[in-house]
């Protein structure tokens, strides 16, 4: 005999799904975020009716608390690492114009089209302009979809099926097992190593240089360094000896910094390596430029070209969003990466204490303590940015990653750090509220 529900049942009382999608409330959600979101919003909260954990009087209302805020999984987080470029958290954090222009382009734009003529323009030519008139030493600029792309560009139009001349010392490993040496043989070019490890001269390459030489490139160690007893070429070294035998050379700058920074000594910039003669210099949009994911490509008039009008180039071509978001960024005010950058110890300072008094008003006893920020994402390695974090029971940690504004910070020194230093001032009142909300003693 099948046992049939009993009136103390739960399973009694679960609504239909197709009443409670009918239900006015969920009207609105179903429009602005699709039924099926609202859908299974809607099977979980019948299944926590099932199982007791919900009364079927209160289900519409735990549906439209767990609906998320947009039809995207992504969930904005408060990056409290004190790492401003974190690679997990999606590297650099859009500014405000950037923001605007992504939202003004997601429509129809004149993206590819000239309203004067009402003929076809140059893709992205805002955005080419942009970063051209930034770095007047660049003959031509092009744009492809992130770093590495640029580079697969640059080694398939200069040297598929022949050589890529490249240090011992620069075959890098960008980061969850990626590879350069790897990137650069999947075109069908062939890597000849020059040097060791530690050195590599000019005279390396110059005895390497042959028929079969594509191009020469020289690669920023951007997370690590060689410390010791080193030698390398430079590209002011290496230009002044290509040039003459016709041979082009490519510089992979990483962070893709047009111009120097006064914080950032060692960071290579895109205006110096082209002064010193580089050929073609490639770079990230979202390191320390503070942009979308794009690669950036500077150089010869003739070379960006070829480069622009090769077949794969359309494979790589970036969306009309990020080349919004990277004009504004070229064109807009200092990006959260470099306010961060450029942040003083001191008002970190007075930052973390305004937020530590505010918690312990609320009884959690939080510490303000100096610390020491990193660029993150491949970027200045070596640099030690004086910092101010927020310092809470390390116990803390999961919760607030997981609170509905989710905090990350870090666990140091069996502590859990909130570095203000990779956190806008604006938001310091968002994550007072969110510890506040997560950590307080609710007896
Ligand atoms: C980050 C980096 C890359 C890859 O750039 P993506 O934009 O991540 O594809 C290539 N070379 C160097 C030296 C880098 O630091």
């Known amino acids: 005999m099948p046992t049939a529900a009993t009136s103390h049942d739960p399973r009694r009382h679960v ?31 019948q299944e926590r009716v099932r199982t007791g954990g919900l009364t079927a009087e209160t289900v519409v209302e735990a549906v439209l608390e767990s609906l998320p805020a947009n039809a995207s999984g992504l969930v904005p987080v408060i990056n409290a690492t004190g790492v401003l470029l974190h690679t997990n958290l999606g590297r650099a954090a859009l500014s405000s114009a950037a923001v605007d222009a992504v939202a003004a382009a997601a429509g129809p734009t004149d993206v590819e089209f000239d309203r004067s003529t009402g003929e076809r323009a140059r893709r992205g030519r805002g955005a080419l302009a942009a970063l051209a008139e930034a770095v ?17 560009l640059a080694a398939t139009a200069l040297a598929a099926g022949r050589e890529i001349l490249i240090s011992r010392g620069e075959m890098v490993e960008i980061g969850d ?53 080193t030698a390398n070429a430079s590209v002011a070294e290496l230009a002044a000896a290509l040039g003459p035998l016709g041979v ?56 960006v070209e070829s480069l622009r009008r090769h077949p794969l180039a359309r494979a790589l071509r970036v969306d009309k969003l990020t080349l919004a978001a990277l004009e504004a960024t070229v064109r807009g005010p200092a990006t959260p990466v470099i ?29 303000a303590v100096p610390c020491t920020a990193r660029v993150g994402a491949g970027g200045a390695p070596e640099l030690a940015l004086p910092s101010w974090a927020v310092r809470l029971p390390a116990e803390h940690s999961g919760s607030l990653r997981r609170a509905a504004t ?25 994550l007072t509220a969110a510890v506040r909300s997560t950590c307080a003693d609710p007896t």
Do not use: C, W
């Open 339 to 367: 306010r961060a950058l450029e942040a003083d110890a001191e008002q970190l300072r007075r930052r973390a204490e305004a937020v530590v008094e505010s918690l312990r008003q609320s009884g959690i006893p939080a510490q």
């Open 406 to 430: 989710p905090v990350v910070g870090r666990v140091e020194g069996g502590a859990l750090l909130l570095d203000l230093r990779s956190v806008p001032a604006a938001q310091d009142e968002s």
């Open 177 to 229: 097992g990626f590879r350069l040496p790897d990137l650069l043989g999947s075109t069908g070019a062939r890597l000849r190593e020059v040097g060791t490890t530690n050195r590599t001269t000019l005279k390396d390459y110059l005895d390497a240089v042959g028929e079969q030489t594509g191009m020469v490139l020289k690669v920023h160690p951007s997370n690590f360094v060689v410390r010791g007893f």
């Open 15 to 45: 609504p239909r799904t197709d009443r409670l999608l009918a239900d006015e409330r969920l009207a609105e959600p179903i429009n602005r975020l699709g039924p099926a979101l609202v859908k299974a919003a809607v099977v979980s909260a």
């Open 136 to 152: 007047p030493e660049a003959g031509a600029v092009h744009v492809v979809n992130n770093g590495a792309a640029a580079l697969v």
């Open 248 to 303: 082009p050379l490519v510089a992979d700058l990483g962070s893709g910094l047009l111009r120097p920074h006064r914080l950032l000594p060692d960071e290579p910039d895109a205006a110096t390596a082209l002064r010193d003669g580089a050929d073609l210099v490639t770079g990230s949009g979202d390191k320390l430029l503070g942009g979308p994911q794009a690669g950036l490509m500077l150089g010869r008039v003739e070379l």
